[in-house]
């Protein structure tokens, strides 16, 4: 049985479920995000990396990267929950910390009823 980073076993996913999981997020980015970058002249390629572990897709992220050339990796910022948090380093900041070329985090909209606290610098 598959392992999520060693720690505990995982479930087998449902067949066909990963395959429509990617194939909406194709849709999505493609639609949301690629479309604009070529209208602004930026080239752009989608790479879709599963993974079972934080630092797992981090470094094929990173590795991918390398593999392209990339000028920025472009990431959407990845939000934890409070016990994943504590576990848990983001994607986004792995690959901030570690790539070997700049990355670009987009921030998550804020939601409506939810409080932001200010970051005193």
Request: aromatic share 4%; charged share 20%; net charge negative.
């Amino acid at each position: 049985m598959p392992q999520a980073c060693g720690l505990a076993p995982i479930l087998p996913p449902e067949e066909g479920l990963q395959e429509a999981i990617a194939e909406h997020a194709r849709e999505y980015f493609q639609q949301n995000f690629m479309q604009l970058a070529e209208v602004y002249g930026a080239p752009c390629e989608l790479d879709l990396v599963p993974g079972a572990c934080n630092q797992a897709v981090s470094r094929t992220i990173c590795r991918k990267a390398e593999e392209l050339s990339a000028a920025v990796v472009v990431l959407s910022e990845q939000k934890l929950g409070f016990l994943e948090g504590i576990f848990q380093t983001p994607v986004s900041k792995q690959v901030a910390d570690n790539c070997s070329c700049p990355a670009l985090i987009i921030p998550l909209p804020k939601q409506k009823g939810t409080r932001q606290c200010q970051q005193l610098v």
